[in-house]
C-alpha cells in the first residue's frame, strides 16, 4: 500500500501540471477565446427578448419597430366584432364589468378595455422577435374586456399591477372624499359625478382584474409561442448550433495539439537547464535538436488520424448539443455567458463519457472505464464551479494596484491552475477509492476461502473421530476376546493342578506317570507364559488407545 501512494504520488504531480495545462488552454484559453458567448446564448428566445438580452440583429428590429398607432388598434375588426358582442350582452341584461363583477345596467356607459394595453403589446420585444403585429395581439379575446367608461379612461395605457398599486395610493384620501360628498344634502352635477367616479374606483376588485390581466397575458404569450414553431427559429437554431458545432470541434482537437506542443516544450525547457553544464554540444546545435524533437511529437500526435478525428467528432456532437440544451434552458430562464461556456464544456465531458460507456476500447476494462466516466463527471464539476467562480476571482485581481490591469490575462491562467488541480485531486481520491475497494475485495475472498477451508477441515477431523471412535469400539472387542482366552488358560491350568494332584496313579504306573507329570509340567509351563504375553499385549494395546484418544 505505502508502494502505491508513492507511485501514485508521483503521477499526482504530473496529472495537475497536465490537467491545470489542459484548463488553461481549453475553457479558460481557446472557448473564451474562440467563441463569442453572450448572456442567453446566440439564439434569441420570447424570455430574453422581454428581459432586453437580444441579438444585434433583434436589436436593430427592435429599434425601428416604428410608433404606436392606436387608430389602427381600435380600428381593428376583432376590436370591433368584441365590442359589439360585449354591448349586445349589456343591452340584453347579462353584462358584467370585468374588473367590479358589477352587472352593468342596460343603458350604462361602458368602454371595451385593453387588459394589457397597445402601447405595451407594441413596446415587447418578444413580439417583435415572433414577428406579430400589435393590433392583433392587443385584440385578442381574452385581452379585450368590458368595464365602465371611468375606470377604462383613468387606466389609460398602465398595466393592472400599475393601477392597483395607484388606486392603494389614493385609498384613504379617496374613501374621505367620498365621506365627504355623502354626507352633503344636495350634490351639484359635477359633484354627483367625481363621487360616482370615486365609488368606480372603491368597487375596482383587485383580483378580478388581476385574474383578467393573467388571462390576457396568458394569450399574448400563447400567439407568440408560435414563434418557437417558425421556419425563422428553427433557421436560427441550426445556424447557431452548426456554427458551435463546427468551433468545439476545432477548440477540442486543437487544444488536445496544444497540450502536447506545451508539454513537449516544458520538458526539453527543463532538460535544457538540468543537463546544460554536461552538453558538450554548441547551445544553437542543442535548441535545434530540441526543438525537432518537440516537432516529432507533434506530428506524432497529428498522425493519430483515428484519435483526432475522434476529438473532432466529439468536439462536433458537445457543440450542437450543449447550443441546443442552452436555447432549451432560455426558453424559460436566462443563462448568464459564463454558464453558457461551462454546458459547452460539460457536453464535452459527457459526450467522452457516454463514448466510454458505449463503446469501450478492447484493452480497457470495465472497472477503468467507470474510474475514468467519474473522473469525467468530477471535471465536469469542477469546471464549472471554476467558470462559475471566473467573475468574482477577476473582480479580484482587478482591485489589486499594478497586477490589476492584467486581470483579463491573470484570471484565465490563475483559474486554469486552480480547476486543474482540483481536478487531478479528485482523479487521485478516485483512485485510491478504487484502490481500496479492489484491496476489500481480495481481501473479501481470501476471508471466504479461508472459511471454506475450515469446513474441510472440520468434515476431516468429524471423520477422523468418527474413524477414532469406531477404532476403539474395535479394541474393546479385542480386550474383551483376550480376557475371555486369558479366563479358558487359567481354568486349564487350574483344572490340570488339581488332576494332577488328584490322580497320580489312576492310569498309569510311576515310571509312566513320572514322564506324564513332565510333560503336563511343561505344558502348564507354556500356558503361562502365553497368559504372561497376552497380559503385556492387552496392556499395550489400551497404552496406544489412550494415546490416540
Given at each position: 500500500?505505502?508502494?502505491?501512494?508513492?507511485?501514485?504520488?508521483?503521477?499526482?504531480?504530473?496529472?495537475?501540471?497536465?490537467?491545470?495545462l489542459?484548463?488553461?488552454?481549453?475553457p479558460?484559453?481557446?472557448?473564451?477565446a474562440?467563441?463569442?458567448?453572450?448572456?442567453?446564448?446566440?439564439?434569441?428566445?420570447?424570455?430574453?427578448a422581454?428581459?432586453?438580452?437580444?441579438?444585434k440583429?433583434?436589436?436593430?428590429?427592435?429599434k425601428?419597430r416604428?410608433?404606436?398607432?392606436?387608430?389602427?388598434v381600435?380600428?381593428?375588426?376583432?376590436?370591433?366584432?368584441r365590442?359589439?358582442?360585449?354591448?349586445?350582452?349589456?343591452?340584453?341584461?347579462?353584462?358584467l364589468?370585468?374588473?367590479?363583477?358589477?352587472?352593468f345596467?342596460?343603458?350604462?356607459?361602458?368602454?371595451?378595455?385593453?387588459v394589457?394595453?397597445?402601447?405595451?403589446?407594441?413596446?415587447?420585444?418578444?413580439?417583435?422577435?415572433?414577428?406579430?403585429?400589435?393590433e392583433?395581439?392587443?385584440?385578442?379575446?381574452?385581452?379585450?374586456q368590458?368595464?365602465?367608461?371611468?375606470?377604462?379612461?383613468s387606466?389609460?395605457?398602465?398595466?393592472?399591477?400599475?393601477?392597483?398599486?395607484?388606486?392603494?395610493?389614493?385609498?384613504?384620501?379617496?374613501?374621505?372624499?367620498?365621506?365627504?360628498?355623502?354626507?352633503?344634502?344636495?350634490?351639484?352635477?359635477?359633484?354627483?359625478?367625481?363621487?360616482?367616479?370615486?365609488?368606480?374606483?372603491?368597487?375596482?376588485?383587485?383580483e378580478?382584474?388581476?385574474?383578467?390581466?393573467?388571462?390576457?397575458?396568458?394569450a399574448?404569450?400563447?400567439?407568440?409561442?408560435?414563434?418557437?414553431?417558425?421556419?425563422k427559429?428553427?433557421?436560427?437554431?441550426?445556424?447557431?448550433?452548426?456554427?458551435?458545432?463546427?468551433?468545439?470541434?476545432?477548440?477540442?482537437a486543437l487544444?488536445?495539439?496544444?497540450?502536447?506542443?506545451?508539454?513537449?516544450?516544458f520538458?526539453?525547457?527543463?532538460?535544457?537547464?538540468?543537463?546544460?553544464?554536461?552538453a558538450?554540444?554548441?547551445?544553437?546545435?542543442?535548441?535545434?535538436?530540441?526543438?525537432?524533437r518537440?516537432?516529432?511529437?507533434?506530428?506524432?500526435?497529428?498522425?493519430?488520424?483515428k484519435?483526432?478525428?475522434?476529438?473532432?467528432?466529439?468536439?462536433?456532437?458537445?457543440?450542437f448539443?450543449?447550443?441546443?440544451?442552452?436555447?432549451?434552458?432560455?426558453?424559460?430562464?436566462?443563462?448568464?455567458?459564463r454558464?453558457?461556456?461551462?454546458?459547452?464544456e460539460?457536453f464535452?465531458?459527457l459526450?467522452?463519457?457516454?463514448?466510454l460507456?458505449?463503446?469501450?476500447?478492447?484493452?480497457?476494462?470495465?472497472?477503468?472505464?467507470?474510474?475514468?466516466?467519474?473522473?469525467?463527471?468530477?471535471?465536469?464539476?469542477?469546471?464549472?464551479l471554476?467558470?462559475?467562480?471566473?467573475?468574482?476571482?477577476?473582480?479580484?485581481?482587478?482591485?489589486?494596484?499594478?497586477i490589476?490591469?492584467?486581470?483579463?490575462?491573470?484570471t484565465?491562467?490563475?483559474?486554469?491552475?486552480?480547476?486543474?488541480?482540483?481536478?487531478?485531486?479528485?482523479?487521485?481520491?478516485?483512485?485510491?477509492v478504487?484502490?481500496?475497494?479492489?484491496?476489500?475485495?481480495?481481501?473479501?475472498?481470501?476471508?471466504?476461502?479461508?472459511?471454506?477451508?475450515?469446513?474441510?477441515y472440520?468434515?476431516?477431523?468429524?471423520?477422523?473421530?468418527?474413524?477414532?471412535?469406531?477404532?476403539?469400539?474395535?479394541?474393546?472387542?479385542?480386550?474383551?476376546?483376550?480376557?475371555?482366552?486369558?479366563?479358558?488358560?487359567?481354568?486349564?491350568?487350574?483344572?490340570?493342578?488339581?488332576?494332577?494332584?488328584?490322580?497320580?496313579?489312576?492310569?498309569?504306573?510311576?515310571?509312566?506317570?513320572a514322564?506324564?507329570?513332565?510333560?503336563?509340567?511343561?505344558?502348564?509351563?507354556?500356558?503361562?507364559?502365553a497368559?504372561?504375553?497376552?497380559?503385556?499385549?492387552?496392556?499395550?494395546?489400551?497404552?496406544?488407545?489412550?494415546?490416540?484418544?
Amino acid at each position: 500500500m505505502a508502494t502505491y501512494s508513492e507511485e501514485r504520488i508521483g503521477q499526482l504531480i504530473d496529472e495537475c501540471t497536465n490537467t491545470a495545462l489542459q484548463q488553461i488552454i481549453g475553457p479558460f484559453g481557446l472557448s473564451a477565446a474562440m467563441f463569442a458567448d453572450r448572456d442567453g446564448g446566440a439564439v434569441d428566445t420570447l424570455h430574453n427578448a422581454r428581459k432586453g438580452i437580444m441579438s444585434k440583429e433583434l436589436e436593430e428590429n427592435y429599434k425601428n419597430r416604428g410608433k404606436y398607432d392606436s387608430v389602427k388598434v381600435h380600428q381593428h375588426k376583432d376590436y370591433k366584432e368584441r365590442n359589439a358582442e360585449l354591448t349586445r350582452q349589456r343591452k340584453e341584461g347579462n353584462g358584467l364589468d370585468a374588473y367590479t363583477g358589477e352587472e352593468f345596467e342596460r343603458n350604462a356607459r361602458t368602454d371595451l378595455d385593453h387588459v394589457v394595453s397597445g402601447q405595451e403589446i407594441h413596446d415587447d420585444a418578444a413580439r417583435v422577435l415572433a414577428e406579430l403585429e400589435t393590433e392583433d395581439l392587443a385584440n385578442l379575446d381574452k385581452n379585450l374586456q368590458m368595464t365602465n367608461y371611468h375606470t377604462n379612461r383613468s387606466k389609460k395605457t398602465s398595466s393592472i399591477e400599475e393601477y392597483i398599486a395607484k388606486l392603494e395610493v389614493e385609498r384613504p384620501a379617496r374613501q374621505e372624499e367620498i365621506r365627504k360628498l355623502e354626507g352633503k344634502e344636495n350634490l351639484s352635477v359635477e359633484e354627483q359625478k367625481r363621487l360616482d367616479n370615486l365609488r368606480r374606483d372603491e368597487a375596482f376588485d383587485p383580483e378580478l382584474a388581476r385574474k383578467a390581466d393573467r388571462q390576457a397575458r396568458e394569450a399574448i404569450r400563447q400567439a407568440e409561442r408560435r414563434y418557437y414553431r417558425s421556419a425563422k427559429f428553427a433557421k436560427s437554431q441550426l445556424m447557431a448550433s452548426g456554427k458551435e458545432a463546427a468551433t468545439n470541434a476545432i477548440r477540442a482537437a486543437l487544444g488536445e495539439l496544444l497540450v502536447v506542443l506545451v508539454n513537449a516544450v516544458f520538458h526539453e525547457v527543463k532538460e535544457f537547464i538540468r543537463d546544460r553544464k554536461a552538453a558538450t554540444e554548441n547551445v544553437f546545435v542543442e535548441i535545434q535538436n530540441r526543438l525537432k524533437r518537440v516537432v516529432a511529437k507533434v506530428l506524432e500526435k497529428l498522425s493519430h488520424v483515428k484519435e483526432n478525428f475522434q476529438n473532432l467528432a466529439e468536439g462536433f456532437l458537445s457543440g450542437f448539443l450543449s447550443s441546443l440544451v442552452t436555447t432549451l434552458i432560455n426558453v424559460f430562464a436566462t443563462t448568464a455567458k459564463r454558464f453558457v461556456r461551462a454546458i459547452r464544456e460539460g457536453f464535452l465531458s459527457l459526450v467522452k463519457a457516454f463514448r466510454l460507456l458505449l463503446f469501450r476500447p478492447a484493452d480497457m476494462s470495465a472497472e477503468d472505464a467507470m474510474k475514468t466516466v467519474i473522473k469525467l463527471l468530477a471535471g465536469v464539476v469542477t469546471t464549472t464551479l471554476g467558470i462559475a467562480a471566473e467573475t468574482a476571482v477577476n473582480t479580484f485581481v482587478q482591485g489589486i494596484p499594478v497586477i490589476g490591469q492584467f486581470a483579463a490575462i491573470i484570471t484565465p491562467v490563475l483559474m486554469g491552475i486552480l480547476t486543474g488541480i482540483a481536478t487531478a485531486l479528485i482523479s487521485y481520491h478516485v483512485d485510491m477509492v478504487f484502490h481500496f475497494a479492489k484491496m476489500r475485495e481480495e481481501t473479501f475472498n481470501e476471508l471466504l476461502q479461508a472459511g471454506a477451508m475450515q469446513k474441510v477441515y472440520i468434515q476431516l477431523l468429524e471423520k477422523t473421530g468418527e474413524g477414532l471412535v469406531a477404532m476403539g469400539t474395535a479394541y474393546e472387542q479385542m480386550l474383551e476376546t483376550c480376557a475371555e482366552i486369558m479366563y479358558g488358560l487359567n481354568e486349564i491350568v487350574v483344572e490340570g493342578n488339581r488332576i494332577l494332584q488328584e490322580y497320580p496313579l489312576a492310569f498309569a504306573t510311576r515310571g509312566q506317570l513320572a514322564g506324564s507329570n513332565e510333560q503336563l509340567s511343561q505344558a502348564l509351563d507354556g500356558m503361562r507364559r502365553a497368559k504372561k504375553t497376552i497380559a503385556n499385549e492387552i496392556d499395550q494395546i489400551r497404552e496406544w488407545a489412550k494415546r490416540q484418544s
